[in-house]
């Protein structure tokens, strides 16, 4: 596979249920990105990971948890989240940290909460 | 944090047309980007502009950062360039994350 591959690509899950979204870049990059796309809210940067460690939290709630444990996989574990964090959740990878310059992205995790 | 403004919100066209999105910026421009999304949800990194011009094929960006705004160029528009144009910049020339603004959605008629 090349370029960036996130799975699933859909997800419904409940309030209390613990469920992980995976990111996998093939591009030999160094850093890795979780964004958050809800309707009708800008796009919004979650975590920025640079040689598998985070460089960035934009405040996001700890229902959220990354997991970076090598450069081309990041992971997203998500436990009791709210209907609100229903969304597309993309991941991005670039070759160098921050700020991310030719960030590549994949097609996105569509998740609902129920 | 930094505000980022685009313009039009929304843009029809026909194909073959030419058009201009704009980005304006509350603060500095430091590490401006300009990004399409397509109708099926992926998204692309057009430029990395923070000052200057820079030219892909039919694209080209212009950023003014003295006067804090960017500037996207399509001309000779195609359908498959509609969708939603993002841009965005990270504030205060750190860690700061990348603050994108709302887009502009443009549709591109055949």
């Known amino acids: 596979e090349t370029g960036v591959t996130q799975t699933p690509r859909h997800l419904v899950m409940g309030m209390t249920n613990k469920k992980s979204l995976k990111c996998e870049q093939h591009?030999?990059?160094?850093?890795m990105y979780w964004y958050k796309q809800s309707a009708k809210k800008p796009l919004e940067l979650m975590f920025v990971?640079?040689?598998?460690?985070?460089?960035e939290n934009n405040s996001v709630p700890s229902r959220f948890s990354p997991e970076c444990p090598n450069s081309s996989h990041l992971f997203l574990h998500l436990h009791t989240l709210q209907p609100e964090d229903s969304a597309l959740y993309l991941c991005?990878?670039?070759?160098?940290?921050?700020?991310?310059?030719?960030?590549?992205f994949g097609p996105g995790t569509r998740l609902t909460v129920t | 944090g930094i505000q980022v403004e685009q313009s039009p919100p929304d843009l029809i066209l026909q194909e073959g047309a030419n058009s201009t999105l704009r980005c304006n910026f509350s603060?500095?421009?430091?590490?401006l980007q300009w990004f399409h999304q397509n109708p099926w949800g992926q998204l692309i990194n057009l430029f990395y502009?923070?000052?200057g011009t820079k030219q892909n094929g039919r694209l080209s960006a212009t950023t003014v950062a003295t006067e804090r705004y960017s500037l996207l160029y399509i001309s000779s528009s195609q359908t498959t360039d509609s969708g939603v144009y993002f841009c965005?910049?990270?504030?205060?020339?750190?860690?700061?994350?990348?603050?994108f603004g709302k887009g502009t959605h443009l549709i591109i008629q055949p």
């Open positions: 991005a990878s670039s070759p160098t940290g921050w700020p991310p310059y030719e960030q590549y």
């Open positions: 591009l030999g990059h160094n850093a």
């Open positions: 990971y640079s040689l598998e460690e985070r460089v």
């Open positions: 603060d500095s421009v430091n590490n």
């Open positions: 502009i923070p000052s």
């Open positions: 965005a910049d990270t504030s205060g020339g750190g860690a700061d994350g990348l603050t």
